[in-house]
């Protein structure tokens, strides 16, 4: 069993930059392949990037390329969402998930077995 804690959103201006923190617990953090969603009311949970247990495969998606970067720290068992230049679209609440297969990123959130409880994300001025 994997327990996944968010935090780190918040209220930023346009432009800003935050970063999202994913501490999960248990055992073999690195096993899991781990990601990014975010939702906003009335809409599906939408991915936003992942990365794979042993950092071999990272992705993001095309409208935050550029802006938004995944990273890990298998000894913190952390996994981090570096939001830089947000914009007024990229407000959200932000969960964190964890694939216990490992190997690649999957895009379907049907493939995650654990998730966290969400951090609101505000892009306003």
């Known amino acids: 069993q994997v327990q996944l804690v968010e935090s780190g959103g918040g209220l930023v201006p346009p432009g800003g930059s935050l970063r999202l923190s994913c501490v999960a617990s248990?055992?073999?953090?690195?096993?899991?392949?781990m990601a990014w969603f975010r939702q906003v009311p009335g809409k599906n949970r939408e991915f936003v990037g992942g990365?794979?247990?042993?950092?071999?495969?990272?992705y993001v998606i095309g409208s935050v390329k550029g802006r938004f970067t995944i990273s890990r720290d298998n000894a913190q068992n952390t996994v981090y969402l570096q939001m830089n230049m947000v914009k007024s679209e990229d407000t959200a609440v932000y969960y964190c998930?964890?694939?216990?297969?490992?190997?690649?990123?999957?895009?379907?959130?049907?493939?995650?077995?654990?998730w966290g409880q969400g951090t609101q994300v505000t892009v306003s001025s």
């Open positions: 998930a964890a694939d216990r297969r490992g190997a690649g990123v999957s895009l379907s959130r049907l493939e995650y077995e654990y």
């Open positions: 248990g055992r073999a953090f690195n096993h899991y392949s």
């Open positions: 990365i794979s247990g042993g950092s071999v495969t990272n």
